[in-house]
């Protein structure tokens, strides 16, 4: 049974920064493909974030040039480091992995 289990959520002003972890129970190069989704009141999930086993990113077109999403190996470990958020930003955050495994999620408000 695959684990994903995320942190890093809180309350943020606009313009500020969080980073989002996601640990996973096995190795992160287990996976084919690992990503963030968010999902806010109201709307669809969408992915804001994908790594693939090779390393190559993608990012949803509002988050380019502020999100990045990494990995560590030796931690089985994800992150999203979010810059320059937005109000729009505010979200549950969640991992996933091979488009099957997902985490608990964790809640982005960012807000005066």
């Known amino acids: 049974q695959v684990q994903l289990v995320e942190s890093g959520g809180g309350l943020v002003q606009p313009g500020g920064s969080l980073r989002l972890s996601c640990a996973a129970s096995?190795?992160?190069?287990?996976?084919?493909?690992m990503g963030w989704y968010r999902q806010s009141p109201g709307k669809e999930r969408e992915l804001v974030a994908g790594?693939?086993?090779?390393?190559?990113?993608n990012y949803v077109d509002s988050v380019k040039g502020r999100f990045a999403i990494s990995r560590d190996s030796t931690s089985d470990t994800v992150y999203l480091q979010m810059n320059s958020l937005k109000p729009e930003d505010t979200a549950v955050y969640y991992c996933?992995?091979?488009?099957?495994?997902w985490g608990q999620g964790t809640l982005v408000t960012v807000s005066e």
């Open positions: 996933n992995a091979d488009y099957s495994y």
């Open positions: 096995r190795s992160i190069f287990s996976f084919n493909a």
């Open positions: 790594i693939t086993w090779g390393g190559n990113t």
